[in-house]
């Protein structure tokens, strides 16, 4: 059965340091998201992307974030200068273009990538 | 704007027990909802969806919910709890005027302990 991967499991990264975290979603599906969970809090919705460009973000993707599909299949998520607030875990998720409408079709996610800030 | 509450954080049941997991939900239009499981080192599965169709949603697992507008809740049932099913639930809301893009708004999440 087809899967959203990403990769790496776990970054540890210091300060000031610049992190991509990478997704491959399901080959077929047109629409990617990303979203963390700060430890103990809830999944936050971050960015979402279609048709190579971002259709919506929140208020927590600022300027230090960005994304991008480089290359059909990869897509990634970059922090530029990390804080110890963005220490969480990322899970990017995908869902494809039919189904009932934008809002009411499955949205396939990945198992994450933890994203440590020291 | 949209919102989703799960009252309780942790709820522990008996193996063969009735599990019942609270979602409570805020929409200015109908809104999509989910039910999503986090089993440990795992990404986020779908377990069922409402979408306006019936109002009793069956899913995986021997799970069901229930859409009651007048209540505007989503309540997360199984009869009989089993030790897998042992992990995080989360119920989340979609749609509406505020968003066309599917985004998903996540409640707190309710770890589901079963004990032996």
């Known amino acids: 059965e087809p899967e959203v991967t990403q990769t790496p499991s776990h970054q540890v990264t210091q300060m000031g340091q610049e992190v991509i975290l990478r997704c491959v979603p399901i080959?077929?599906?047109?629409?990617f998201y990303w979203y963390r969970q700060i430890l103990g809090q809830k999944v936050e919705f971050l960015v979402s992307?279609?048709?190579?460009?971002?259709?919506?973000k929140s208020e927590i993707f600022d300027d230090q974030f960005s994304v991008e599909r480089p290359d059909g299949s990869n897509f990634t998520l970059k922090i530029r200068s990390t804080k110890l607030e963005d220490s969480a875990m990322y899970f990017c998720?995908?869902?494809?273009?039919?189904?009932?409408?934008?809002?009411?079709?499955?949205?396939?996610f990945g198992p994450g990538t933890r994203l440590t800030v020291t | 704007a949209q919102s989703v509450t799960q009252l309780g954080s942790h709820v522990s049941v008996s193996e063969g027990a009735l599990v019942l997991l609270r979602c409570n939900y805020s929409?200015?239009?109908?809104?999509?909802l989910f039910w999503y499981v986090q089993y440990p080192n795992q990404g986020l599965q779908l377990l069922l969806k409402?979408?306006?169709?019936?109002?009793l949603v069956k899913g995986i697992n021997g799970f069901e919910a229930e859409f009651k507008k007048s209540e505007t809740s989503f309540h997360l049932t199984k009869p009989s709890a089993h030790m897998s099913d042992a992990a995080e639930y989360f119920c989340?809301?979609?749609?509406?005027?505020?968003?066309?893009?599917?985004?998903?708004?996540f409640g707190q999440g309710t770890t589901l302990q079963v004990k032996p």
């Open positions: 998720a995908s869902r494809p273009s039919t189904g009932q409408g934008h809002a009411g079709s499955e949205q396939y």
């Open positions: 080959s077929n599906h047109l629409y």
């Open positions: 989340a809301v979609s749609g509406g005027l505020s968003s066309n893009t599917g985004k998903l708004i």
């Open positions: 929409s200015s239009v109908p809104p999509y």
């Open positions: 409402y979408t306006s169709a019936a109002t």
């Open positions: 992307f279609y048709n190579n460009e971002i259709s919506e």
